[in-house]
């Protein structure tokens, strides 16, 4: 299967932006309290709408932005993130972020989007560095990030989060 909108694509997923066309997909497992019970939980269509776009916004200022995730199999939105900066907390700096549909969890996706956001942005960025945030009761997200060489590095209690960082090897 193609996917002639996709911008990137890895072994198993396509990475393209997002278009207003894919909010009501992607709603379904952001504004999915259950799937979201570590992250921001978006409470309406229109609320997923404004913050999606709002990082979408920010592509043509800084070069990237959270990716529509699909599976290359059946061509069906799986998941969003990617290498961002959080147009609502900018001063983080670029981070990775990934959220998948239920469906998919437990199954490397996470592990693949953000593999594919840290090769991006050793090639196509001058990021020298890359945060993540994990709730520290999400064990799996943590392990990941430590996984791909994430150092924990904080815990940020207004956000309830623990601060993760990347250096960028530039070798």
Not at 77 to 85: F, K, P, Q, V
Not at 107 to 132: D, K, P, V
């Amino acid at each position: 299967m193609s996917n002639r909108s996709a911008t990137l694509a890895s072994q198993r997923l396509y990475y393209s932006p997002v278009k207003v066309a894919d909010i009501g997909d992607l709603f379904v497992f952001l504004g999915d309290a259950a799937a979201m019970r570590f992250t921001h939980c978006d409470q309406s269509l229109e609320d997923c709408q404004t913050r999606v776009l709002a990082f979408e916004a920010r592509r043509n200022q800084d070069g990237f932005a959270p990716w529509v995730v699909r599976h290359r199999e059946t061509d069906r939105i799986i998941g969003w993130g990617g290498l961002y900066i959080d147009p609502f907390d900018p001063d983080w700096g670029p981070e990775i972020g990934y959220f998948l549909h239920p469906d998919h969890h437990g199954r490397g996706f996470g592990r693949e989007l953000a593999q594919t956001a840290i090769a991006f942005a050793r090639a196509r960025t001058s990021c020298r560095m890359l945060g993540a945030f994990a709730h520290p009761d999400n064990y799996p997200s943590a392990k990941l990030l430590s996984r791909l060489g994430f150092v924990q590095i904080g815990f940020v209690a207004s956000m309830n989060r623990n601060r993760f960082r990347l250096m960028i090897d530039r070798a």
